[in-house]
């Protein structure tokens, strides 16, 4: 090998050092923003929706870990917000694995991404499945309150109303629950990320709390 060679993989050698210095520098502070994320959702109440034929158990610990991060943020984030202006929340479904996404689809009314179909193409059959995003951890189940429509209205709205967050619910009535993040500029995304900011948060017009399953004192 000459030593022009050795000049070049040498200088390529201290420049992956170099950047891999700057990102063992930067990791904590995303590090700690994620376990600050993951750590408010596991803390949310957490149960099985029950509008399929059985419980898939998509809302365990696993099940939050397995979230992409970004996303994780922003939905914390906005729940975070959401709870200490209009009350309770929980949680019914987050990531999916292939096998927990076909389980969730057993008994579940409408189309549901898990379900084979069958297509035909040239005179063939072919089975296929689509992808849910809940697969990919992009996507999250949240029941608002009680679940009512009303309760359910605010959430969306409150989204609507603090597009900081970065956070949406696509589906609308046709699937209350499914929230997805927004399709936003990297400062959004940014925003959501650093729990310490202060944000003017908005609240929703149709309601001021949540009801709640449990009796009041």
């Given amino acids: 090998m000459g030593a022009g060679v050795r000049g070049i993989l040498l200088s390529l050698a201290l420049a992956a050092s170099s950047m891999l210095g700057t990102r063992a520098h930067a990791d904590p502070l995303r590090v700690g923003h ?3 994320a993951l750590a408010f959702l596991m803390s949310l109440p957490r149960e ?3 509008t399929s034929d059985r419980d898939c158990k998509t809302y365990e610990h696993k099940n939050i870990e397995r979230l992409s ?3 994780a943020a922003s939905a914390a984030s906005l729940l975070k917000a959401f709870v200490a202006m209009h009350g309770h929340v929980t949680i019914t479904s987050a990531h999916r694995s ?3 996404q076909a389980c969730v689809c057993e008994g ?4 549901c991404a898990g379900r084979p179909r069958v297509v035909k193409i040239k005179k063939r059959r072919l089975i296929k499945r689509s992808t849910s995003r809940h697969q990919t951890g992009l996507a999250m189940d949240v029941r608002a309150g009680t679940g009512t ?3 359910f209205a605010c959430m969306h709205e409150f989204a609507q109303l603090n597009p900081q967050f970065g956070v949406r619910f696509p589906l609308g009535r046709r699937d209350r629950p499914h929230m997805e993040p927004v399709a936003v500029r990297r400062s959004n995304v940014k925003i959501a990320m650093v729990g310490g900011l202060q944000q003017q948060v908005t609240p929703c017009t149709t309601m001021s709390i949540m009801l709640v399953d449990a009796p009041v004192d």
């Fill in 149 to 151: 429509d009303a309760e």
């Fill in 98 to 100: 292939q096998q927990e």
């Fill in 108 to 111: 579940e009314k409408g189309p």
């Fill in 69 to 71: 991060r970004v996303f």
């Fill in 34 to 36: 994620d376990h600050q």
């Fill in 48 to 50: 099985w929706s029950g």
